[in-house]
C-alpha cells in the first residue's frame, strides 16, 4: 500500500518570549541595542562625527569654542558607554536566572492580559447576521451571564407541587462539578448549572437521565447514552460527559451551557409578545439542519419547543437532548403537551412528528393560540376566519396546516422538503409587509412562459380599423400556454435523461421515453411517466395524456406533480372544476409556490366566465377593495364579518362554485402573485380585470402602475390604464363610434332614442358591418349588454371625478411615444369619451378651459378632434373598405360648416 509522502501537519503550540530571539542563525530577527549617539561601526563612527581634537584644535576657529567643547563631551560619553556595556555583560554572565524571571512573569502577564481583552471585548456589539438567503437579518444577542439563568425553585415547589431539587447549591457531583443551583425544571427533574472544576470552572448544565427500573430499561439507557454521544452538529448543544450520582436515579448527561435567551423569551420581549412571521422562520431556518441531521442518523429530536432553541450571540442552538429516540421507538417516548404531535402515543415517533412540532413552535411564536383549562395549547388550528394574521399571510396558514396536518402521511415527508416551502412563504410574507422583492432560488417550478390576459383590453381596440370583434375572456389554452411547468426532480433516477432530451423535439422525446420505461434502470423513476404527459400535452394530444395519467400507478397518484398535470389537462378539455380541485391539492402540497397559485386565480375567473358572472358586480365595496390587498387587507377587516359570512369556510378552502368566494379568490391570489414577484405581469392584468369588474377603478389602475418601467409590457400597462380610466361600467348598450348629432340640447334618454333611430335608417350598406362590430361587449361591465371601450356611465361616479379621468387618460396618452402603432385608436377612444361625458351631462363645455388633445372641451372642439383623428386613422387603414368606413364616420361625427 502506498504511503504518503510527508506525515500530516498537526497543530503545536509555540513558546513565545518577546524578550528571546532566535539568535542560532543570522537569517533569523535579532535584538539590537540601540544607541542614539553610537553606530554600528565604532571606527566609522569616529573617523566620520568624531575628529581628532588633537591635530584639529588648531582649527578651532573653524567651530567655534561651543562645538570643540561638545565634540569632547560626546568623547566621554562614549567611553562611558563602552564600560557600561562591558560591566553589563559580565554581570549578565552571573544574572541569568533573574532575567530568565522577568521573562517568565512578562509572558505570564502578557497571557493574562490577552484573556482579559478576549473576555471583555465578547460583549462587544457587533452586525446584525443575515441568513434564509439574504432575506432575514437575525438580531445580534449581548453575551448571556450564566448566574442570570438561575431561578427560585421555591415557587414552582410551592405552586405546581413538583418535588424539591435533589442537589442543592455548593454540592459536588462525581467530584468535579460544583453545583451552582437549578435554571429550569423538565420531563425527567430539576436541569442544573454547574462548574467544571477540572476545565478551568467551565459552566456546564447537568440535565437528568431515564431511570433504570428494569434490565430492559438498563439496556435502553445504555444505548440512549451511545447515541447521545455520538450525536455532533454545530446547531445542537454539545454533550461532555455521562455521569451517575446515588442522589439522581439515571444519572446525569453533562452538556455545555448555551449562553442566551430561548425564543420564548425572545417573543415574551416582543411589544405584542408574538415574533414576526420572518424571525421566527429564520430563526427556524437556522434549527432545521439540525434536525435533518438527527433524522438522517435515524432519531428524532421529540421535543421542539421555543424553551429548547437557544439563541446566542452568533448562533441558533438545539438544547435538551434527554427526549430523543430513535425513530420508531417504543417505550418512554418524552415531549411536551401542546407540541408533541396526537399520534405519538399510538405509533410512536418519527419523522413527521418532528414536523408536527416544528409547526406547533412556529405557532407559539408567532399567533396567540388558545390554551385550554390546564393552560396547554389546544391542538386545533384557528383558521383565517378567526385570526388576522392568517388572513394576511395565507400561504404562512397553509404552510403550518400541512406541518400540524392530524394525519402522519400529509404532512411534509423531509425536513428539506419544509425548508424549500418555508423560504417560498417567507418570501412572500416580505414582500407583502415590506414590499422588497427577492428571487425564487428554491422554486420547485420554472418562470413563467409567457402571459395571458394582458392584451385582450388594448387588442378590441383594434376592430376600429378592422371591424373584426375580439373577446376579453381569457382562454383555457392561452392559460395553459403561459403557466410556469414543474422543475425536473434532480434525485430521481431519470432527471439526467430528461435533462438531455429537453432540445428535441416532442415525437423524438415521446419515442425516448417509451424506451427508457421499458429499462429497468428506470422503473423507479417519476420523472419519466410525468415527462411523458408533457410530451403529449406539447403534441396536443390533450385526451391521451390524460388517459395515460389515470392509468399511473398509485404510488405516484399521491405526488403533487400528478395533481399538476391532471389540471392543467383538465383545464384544455373544459373541466374547469377539476383543474381547480387538482390545482387546490397542489397548493396545499407546496404552500409557498406561486404557480399553483396563479393557476388556480385562472380557473377561478374561467369558472366565473362559465357561469356568465365575470362581468357582473358581486362583492360589497370594502371587500373587493380589501381582498385586492393593495393598499389594505383582508386582515383589517374584524373576525365577525368572515365568521357571519357563509362565503367563507374555515379553512378558507379554494374549491368552490359560489360567484362571490370565485372572485375574492381571484383577486386575492392575482394579487398575491403580483405583489410577491413583479414580473408575473399576466397576474397584475388579471387583478386589474377583477377590479374592474367590481367598478374599483382606482386600484385597478394602481395595479397596472406598478409594472416596472424595465418591462416590456410595461407600454401595454399603461394603454390599459388609459381605456380603463375612460371606461366606466354601465348597463346599456353604446356604439365604440362617437353620436353624430347636432342636437346638444337633448336629455342624454331623448337623444340617445333619436340617434340610434336616425343611426338604424340613415347608415350605408357598406358601413353596417363595421357599427355591428363596435357595438359589441366593453370588457369592464357588469350589465348583460356593457359597453365599448370610451363609454361613461356618469351615474357610478361624480362628473367632476368622471372629467378628471379623462383628463388623466388624455395626459397618459400623451406621454406614449409616437411611434406607438395604437396610438391613434386608443386617442379615438378618449376623445369620445370626452365628448359621450358632455352629451351625458347635458354640457356644450366644461367649466376647466383646459383643451384636450389641443382641442377645446367643447362638443364642437371635440367633434372636430375626433373627424381629424378619424382620418389620419383610415390612411392606416388595411383595406378601401375600412378606409371608406373610417371616413364615412369622420363626416358624420364633423361639425356642420359652411365650408
Not at 16 to 30: G, I, L, N, R, Y
Not at 733 to 748: A, G, L, N, Q, V
Request: glycine fraction near 6%; charged fraction near 25%; charge should be negative.
Amino acid at each position: 500500500m502506498p504511503q504518503p509522502d510527508h506525515t500530516p501537519e498537526s497543530t503545536e503550540a509555540v513558546a513565545f518570549d518577546p524578550f528571546a530571539d532566535d539568535t542560532e542563525s543570522t537569517e533569523h530577527t535579532q535584538a539590537v541595542a540601540f544607541d542614539p549617539f553610537a553606530d554600528d561601526t565604532d571606527d566609522a563612527t569616529e573617523s566620520a562625527y568624531v575628529p581628532d581634537l588633537s591635530n584639529d584644535l588648531a582649527n578651532a576657529d573653524l567651530y567655534g569654542d561651543d562645538v570643540v567643547s561638545l565634540l569632547k563631551d560626546l568623547d566621554k560619553l562614549k567611553g562611558t558607554t563602552k564600560h557600561a556595556d562591558k560591566q553589563g555583560g559580565e554581570a549578565g554572565l552571573h544574572g541569568s536566572t533573574g532575567v530568565q524571571q522577568q521573562r517568565e512573569n512578562t509572558s505570564q502577564r502578557s497571557r493574562r492580559e490577552a484573556i482579559s481583552t478576549f473576555r471583555e471585548r465578547r460583549g462587544t456589539q457587533r452586525a446584525a447576521r443575515t441568513v434564509a438567503d439574504g432575506m432575514v437579518e437575525l438580531p445580534w444577542i449581548p453575551p448571556f451571564d450564566p448566574s442570570a439563568a438561575l431561578i427560585d425553585p421555591a415557587s414552582a415547589t410551592e405552586e405546581k407541587g413538583i418535588p424539591e431539587p435533589q442537589l442543592s447549591p455548593g454540592d459536588v457531583v462525581a467530584e468535579q462539578y460544583e453545583i451552582k443551583g437549578v435554571i429550569a425544571h423538565g420531563g425527567m427533574g430539576w436541569i442544573y448549572l454547574a462548574t467544571d472544576r477540572n476545565v478551568a470552572g467551565r459552566v456546564v448544565v447537568l440535565k437528568g437521565l431515564h431511570a433504570e427500573k428494569s434490565r430492559d430499561e438498563a439496556s435502553a439507557a445504555a444505548a440512549e447514552r451511545e447515541f447521545l454521544a455520538d450525536i455532533t452538529h454545530p446547531e445542537i448543544v454539545k454533550i461532555f460527559n455521562f455521569i451517575d450520582d446515588p442522589r439522581v436515579p439515571g444519572g446525569f448527561i453533562v452538556m455545555e451551557f448555551v449562553g442566551g435567551p430561548s425564543l420564548r423569551q425572545r417573543r415574551n420581549d416582543q411589544p405584542n409578545h408574538l415574533l414576526p412571521i420572518d424571525l421566527a422562520i429564520g430563526y427556524m431556518l437556522e434549527i432545521l439542519p439540525a434536525l435533518s441531521y438527527l433524522h438522517s442518523r435515524g432519531v428524532v429530536y421529540n421535543d421542539l419547543k421555543p424553551d429548547n432553541i437557544i439563541v446566542t450571540e452568533d448562533q441558533v442552538k438545539l438544547i435538551d437532548l434527554g427526549a430523543v429516540s430513535g425513530i420508531g421507538a417504543f417505550g418512554f417516548i418524552y415531549g411536551t403537551r401542546g407540541f408533541q404531535a396526537p399520534e405519538v402515543a399510538s405509533e410512536g415517533p418519527s419523522i413527521a412528528s418532528d414536523i408536527y412540532t416544528i409547526g406547533r413552535t412556529l405557532l407559539a411564536l408567532t399567533i396567540n393560540m388558545p390554551r385550554d383549562d390546564n393552560g396547554i395549547y389546544v391542538l386545533d388550528l384557528p383558521g383565517p376566519s378567526d385570526e388576522p394574521t392568517f388572513r394576511r399571510y395565507l400561504s404562512y396558514y397553509r404552510l403550518l396546516a400541512r406541518c400540524c396536518h392530524p394525519d402522519p402521511k400529509k404532512r411534509f415527508a423531509s425536513v428539506e422538503e419544509l425548508q424549500r416551502q418555508m423560504l417560498g412563504v417567507l418570501r412572500e410574507v416580505i414582500a407583502l409587509r415590506d414590499g422588497r422583492y427577492f428571487p425564487a432560488r428554491h422554486s420547485l417550478f420554472s418562470p413563467q412562459r409567457t402571459t395571458f390576459g394582458t392584451k385582450h383590453i388594448v387588442f378590441r381596440t383594434d376592430q376600429l380599423i378592422d371591424g373584426i370583434e375580439r373577446t376579453v375572456e381569457i382562454t383555457a389554452t392561452e392559460v395553459v400556454s403561459a403557466l410556469p411547468t414543474p422543475l425536473i426532480d434532480r434525485s430521481d433516477v431519470g432527471a439526467g435523461l430528461i435533462s438531455g432530451s429537453s432540445y428535441a423535439e416532442p415525437h423524438e422525446t415521446l419515442e425516448m421515453l417509451r424506451q427508457a420505461m421499458s429499462t429497468p434502470e428506470y422503473e423507479t423513476s417519476a420523472e419519466i411517466p410525468f415527462a411523458v404527459v408533457r410530451a403529449m400535452l406539447d403534441l396536443g394530444l390533450t385526451s391521451q395524456a390524460r388517459h395515460w395519467l389515470v392509468n399511473l400507478p398509485d404510488r405516484m397518484r399521491g405526488n403533487w406533480r400528478f395533481h399538476w398535470y391532471h389540471g392543467v389537462t383538465s383545464l384544455m378539455r373544459g373541466d374547469f372544476t377539476t383543474a381547480q380541485a387538482d390545482f387546490s391539492q397542489v397548493l396545499d402540497v407546496v404552500p409557498g409556490e406561486s404557480a399553483p397559485k396563479l393557476a388556480l386565480a385562472a380557473v377561478d375567473e374561467l369558472l366565473l366566465q362559465e357561469q356568465g358572472m365575470q362581468t357582473k358586480e358581486i362583492l360589497s365595496d370594502y371587500l373587493a377593495q380589501h381582498a385586492a390587498g393593495l393598499d389594505c387587507s383582508l386582515a383589517e377587516l374584524p373576525n365577525e364579518f368572515f365568521q357571519e359570512n357563509t362565503t367563507f369556510t374555515h379553512d378558507w378552502s379554494t374549491i368552490t362554485d359560489n360567484p362571490a368566494t370565485l372572485r375574492v379568490n381571484a383577486m386575492r391570489l392575482y394579487s398575491l402573485v403580483w405583489l410577491t414577484n413583479s414580473t408575473t405581469v399576466s397576474s397584475a392584468f388579471g387583478l386589474a380585470r377583477q377590479l374592474m369588474f367590481e367598478g374599483e377603478v382606482e386600484m385597478a389602475v394602481d395595479a397596472l402602475d406598478r409594472v416596472p418601467q424595465q418591462s416590456r409590457h410595461q407600454r401595454m400597462a399603461k394603454l390599459t390604464t388609459i381605456l380603463d380610466l375612460i371606461s366606466e361600467p354601465a348597463t346599456s348598450t353604446r356604439s365604440f363610434i362617437p353620436r353624430d348629432t347636432p342636437h346638444s340640447h337633448h336629455t342624454p334618454q331623448q337623444h340617445t332614442a333619436q340617434e340610434d333611430t336616425a343611426q338604424q335608417h340613415t347608415a350605408q350598406q357598406h358601413t353596417a358591418a363595421f357599427h355591428e362590430h363596435t357595438d359589441s361587449v366593453h370588457p369592464h361591465s357588469r350589465g348583460a349588454n356593457p359597453p365599448a371601450p370610451g363609454t361613461l356611465h356618469t351615474t357610478a361616479a361624480h362628473p367632476l371625478i368622471v372629467e378628471e379621468r379623462i383628463r388623466r387618460a388624455a395626459r397618459r396618452l400623451e406621454e406614449i411615444p409616437t411611434n406607438e402603432p395604437r396610438l391613434l385608436q386608443i386617442k379615438v377612444a378618449v376623445l369620445r369619451a370626452a365628448l359621450e361625458y358632455l352629451r351625458d351631462t347635458g354640457q356644450k363645455e366644461t367649466e376647466n378651459k383646459a383643451p384636450l388633445f389641443d382641442y377645446p372641451f367643447t362638443q364642437q372642439g371635440l367633434r372636430t378632434g375626433l373627424a381629424i383623428t378619424l382620418r389620419e386613422q383610415a390612411r392606416r387603414a388595411p383595406t378601401a373598405r375600412h378606409r371608406h368606413a373610417l371616413v364615412d364616420t369622420a363626416n358624420k361625427v364633423r361639425p356642420s360648416t359652411w365650408f
